[in-house]
């Protein structure tokens, strides 16, 4: 029995591995240079205005500062973004359990 890859017609094969070609992708968007990244730093720009807005300081500032170092570090910018995400998920689904 083969691998997953070796099942796949030929015609969805790559020549380039799966996980070089995610990692690729990967370090286009977390550069703040290209086109995704400048995309991601204004969308981290708006969620740090609503947020301000919605009376969150703490998530704006957090955002905000993110923006500002995604020029350094793409990854600690996106490693942020997510930490802020993902509280707010916690948040919401702590209140739907009431």
Same mark, same amino acid.
């Given at each position: 029995?083969?691998?997953?890859?070796?099942?796949?017609?030929?015609?969805?094969?790559?020549?380039?591995?799966?996980?070089?070609?995610?990692?690729?992708?990967?370090?286009?968007?977390?550069?703040?240079?290209?086109?995704? *990244?400048?995309?991601?730093? %204004?969308?981290? &720009?708006?969620?740090? +205005?609503?947020?301000? $807005? !919605?009376?969150? #300081?703490?998530?704006?500032?957090?955002?905000?500062?993110?923006?500002?170092?995604?020029?350094?570090? *793409?990854?600690?910018?996106? %490693?942020?973004? &997510?930490?802020?995400? +993902?509280?707010?998920? $916690? !948040?919401?689904? #702590?209140?739907?359990?009431?």
């Amino acid at each position: 029995m083969g691998s997953v890859i070796d099942r796949l017609p030929t015609s969805l094969r790559t020549k380039k591995t799966d996980v070089g070609a995610l990692e690729d992708d990967i370090e286009e968007e977390l550069d703040s240079n290209s086109q995704m *990244g400048k995309v991601r730093m %204004l969308m981290m &720009t708006g969620q740090a +205005l609503y947020f301000w $807005r !919605k009376g969150r #300081k703490v998530d704006s500032l957090l955002l905000l500062a993110a923006v500002f170092i995604a020029p350094k570090s *793409g990854r600690a910018a996106y %490693l942020i973004n &997510t930490a802020v995400t +993902l509280n707010t998920l $916690r !948040k919401y689904l #702590k209140g739907q359990k009431k």
